[in-house]
């Protein structure tokens, strides 16, 4: 869910918001250097990148992880691959075309499930699991009463640990049959850690849903809650449907208001 780099020493940096290296997954370990190469142009502008064998020796991970790491890259149009290999995309790759138009980071591009782009470069723990979602909101995701479905968990910390945000995410039957990216995870009903979802808004995109929200922000009364560290908290309510007003997922966010400003801007 975040854009996650790690120390070369595998320790956490004091001070930086970022993970210890084990906690991330290897391939968004990989795949953050390799972005950052991209958006530093320390690899060239349409030049190859290195085969697939170099890059895992170079990180010590195995093909496959290369090959995650590249697919992420590839969805964010970060690099194209061909039969010859994997280029830089913002100029040409092989046979002489033009450039395909320069793509920024999911961060700075489009909006960043769940928690927009600040929350997806902090300390994140995330999990995803199948629950039976509250009573009142299996109708709205197409459920059965006690039917469990897929529920995504996310908590920004802040350098020092103290929480800064709490989110929950419960995913409708329809989100599960239109997005292969959330379908791939009915073949296990055991718990994910670290789930990447940043993407999620993009996969519904290439889906062919049109997604809508609707966004309600209060003042929850009786002071701090969840999110202790604050003498205030700010909650927002999602609601994201498609074309059709089928609710596609069910968001809550609770955060600190001492510590962030919630600001979100959504279109596709």
Known sequence: MAVLDSAPSGDELPGSGRPPEEEVPRYLRVAAELRDALV???????????????????????RQTVRSALQLLREERLVVTDRRGTFAADGPGSGGGPPPPPRAAPSAARPVFPGGPRAAEALVRATLGWEP????????????????????????????????????????????????????????????????????????????????????????????????????????????????????????????????????????
């Not at 922000?217 to 999110?227: A, C, H, N, S």
């Open 40 to 62: 530093r142009h320390a690899l060239a502008p349409g030049g190859r990148l290195p085969s697939e064998r170099s890059l895992a020796q170079r990180y010590h991970v195995n």
């Open 133 to 268: 979602p509250p009573a009142a909101l299996a109708p709205r995701l197409h459920l059965a009463p006690g039917e469990p479905t897929l529920v995504h968990r996310h908590r920004v910390l802040a350098p020092r640990g103290p929480e800064l945000q709490r989110a929950v995410s419960w995913f409708s039957r329809v989100a599960l049959d239109e997005i292969p990216q959330l379908a791939r995870y009915r073949r296990s009903r055991s718990c994910v850690h670290q789930p990447d979802l940043r993407l999620l808004y993009h996969w519904m995109h290439q889906a062919g849903l049109r997604a809508t929200h609707r966004e309600s922000v209060r003042v929850p009364p009786g002071g701090p809650g969840p999110t202790a560290g604050g003498t205030a908290r700010l909650s927002v309510h999602r609601v994201v449907s498609d074309q059709h007003g089928h609710v596609l997922e069910v968001t809550d966010i609770d955060f600190s208001a001492q510590e962030a400003a919630w600001t979100y801007e959504y279109s596709l």
